[in-house]
């Protein structure tokens, strides 16, 4: 069975300061892979999502993620970020099959510091 | 655009109450999704429906129940409402896919509290 891994809680970084956010899968085969966004009381929004082809994908709000089969992951990243970046962020990945589920990380909390 | 439409943005009711959270969709999208948000258990699915009058048990399904009577319109039931219910709930759509290759779109949520 597919799951997903976000191994950050928590995440704080200087407005203006690049950003990283880790997510490692667990699937057999080739997954489908999405990140998305939560901004306080709100649902969540899709930044971006991977089905094949390259493994860079660029998403909205300035966001892009990189597959690597090797490594299992599928990590976010943005070159600076703003205050309105300060949200939660959640991986989640999809399987091959009829199954239409998807499987949620439990999310990284970014807070951005002025 | 899209949009998924829930009820209430939060909701207070009484412990044994029955409670229903509804949630519509415009966009014509087969499939939709109940979910309930907790603090470090992220999402956790409790039903999900393919189609009109069908519904699977998601991963916690105990306590709830789930009505599709129209393509649009997923409802949520807490049959007899209990503190442990208390809760964010999320409801989501998506069209059918090769497996779950169509991303999902969510509501803005209920915040559910059960005294």
């Known amino acids: 069975a597919q799951s997903v891994t976000q191994p950050d809680i928590h995440i704080t970084v200087s407005e203006g300061a690049s950003l990283e956010l880790r997510c490692n899968y667990s699937?057999?085969?080739?997954?489908?892979l999405f990140w998305y966004v939560q901004s306080p009381g709100q649902g969540l929004q899709l930044l971006l999502k991977y089905f094949s082809g390259d493994t860079l994908v660029q998403g909205i709000k300035g966001f892009e993620a990189e597959f690597k089969r090797s490594q299992s992951s599928f990590n976010l990243r943005k070159p600076s970020v703003h205050w309105s970046d300060a949200a939660e962020y959640f991986c989640a990945v999809g399987a091959w099959g009829r199954d239409d589920k998807i499987i949620f990380g439990k999310g990284t909390r970014l807070h951005i510091l002025p | 655009d899209v949009k998924v439409t829930q009820s209430s943005r939060y909701l207070v009711k009484r412990t044994g109450e029955k409670v229903f959270l509804e949630c519509v969709q415009d966009m014509d999208h087969e499939n939709m999704f109940w979910y309930r948000q907790d603090p470090g258990l992220g999402l956790r699915l409790i039903y999900f429906s393919y189609d009109v009058k069908m519904k699977e048990k998601g991963d916690i399904p105990e306590g709830y129940s789930v009505s599709r009577e129209k393509k649009e319109r997923f409802s949520l039931i807490l049959e007899s409402a209990s503190t442990n219910q208390t809760s964010m709930y999320l409801c989501?759509?998506?069209?059918?896919?090769?497996?779950?290759?169509?991303?999902?779109?969510f509501g803005d949520g209920t915040r559910l509290s059960i005294l």
């Open positions: 989501a759509s998506s069209s059918p896919g090769q497996g779950a290759s169509q991303p999902q779109h």
């Open positions: 699937y057999g085969a080739t997954p489908y």
